[in-house]
């Protein structure tokens, strides 16, 4: 059982640099999701695909925020020009279409904005 | 907007005593309320999860109690151990062919349970 893997674990960046963030799914599952969870507060959720779809985004995805699952399996999450507010884990989950509730939540991966 | 409030923020149970956590939720279209325990530097984990059409659901040591009326619903952990210490989080979703399944969380509560 791989589960959810999220690469890096942990990104340290200075203001203004652009970052890329790495979600595997587990294999199966064709919906996948990204939230983000800064210190002290629940998820929040950012977007979601369902193959290589994106489906809906957050209007906490900026125009700075780009997510791509290019061929269904994998998930990129890249932030440009990095501001101080975006430090926090990003939280990477996905689930079965026919089971949509079952998400499965990886470990995040946290971002430091110096 | 918060459509989703959690409490208490903090709380602090003896071994073997019963932890109960509460939520509120606001919007009437919400039909699947999960909850969440998070561990530090792991993402949540699903823990428990009801509909609205029941009233309550067990398993083990875990129980949901749902007042549709009022629009709450509260986590209760009997005999809590000191490995249940842990953040744990309410959610709330809408239907899949409206919301994408996309989860609201309340704010979290750190449960500490001491030996």
């Known amino acids: 059982d791989t589960g959810v893997s999220q690469d890096p674990r942990h990104k340290i960046t200075k203001r203004g640099q652009n970052v890329t963030f790495r979600c595997d799914p587990i294999?199966?599952?064709?919906?996948l999701y990204w939230y983000r969870q800064t210190l002290g507060q629940g998820p929040e959720f950012l977007t979601y695909?369902?193959?290589?779809?994106?489906?809906?985004k957050s209007r906490l995805l900026s125009d700075r925020f780009s997510a791509e699952r290019p061929k269904g399996s994998f998930s990129t999450l890249e932030i440009q020009r990095t501001e101080q507010g975006d430090s926090a884990m990003y939280l990477c989950?996905?689930?079965?279409?026919?089971?949509?509730?079952?998400?499965?939540f990886g470990s995040g991966t946290r971002l430091t904005v110096v | 907007q918060q459509q989703v409030k959690q409490s208490p923020q903090s709380l602090i149970v003896q071994k073997g005593g019963i932890s109960i956590i509460n939520c509120a939720y606001e919007?009437?279209?919400?039909?699947?309320f999960p909850w969440y325990q998070q561990f530090p530097g792991k993402g949540p984990a699903l823990l428990i999860a009801?509909?609205?059409?029941?009233s309550e659901k067990k398993e083990g040591r875990f129980t949901i109690s749902f007042n549709k009326s009022a629009k709450q619903f509260s986590l209760h952990i009997m005999d809590s151990q000191p490995g249940d210490s842990a953040t744990y989080f309410c959610?709330?979703?809408?239907?899949?062919?409206?919301?994408?399944?996309?989860?609201?969380f309340g704010e979290g509560t750190q449960l500490t349970v001491n030996p």
């Open positions: 695909f369902q193959n290589e779809a994106q489906l809906e």
């Open positions: 919007n009437t279209a919400f039909d699947y």
């Open positions: 294999s199966e599952h064709n919906r």
């Open positions: 009801i509909r609205p059409d029941v």
């Open positions: 989950a996905s689930s079965l279409e026919s089971e949509v509730y079952g998400y499965t």
């Open positions: 959610a709330a979703s809408s239907p899949p062919e409206t919301s994408g399944s996309r989860l609201t």
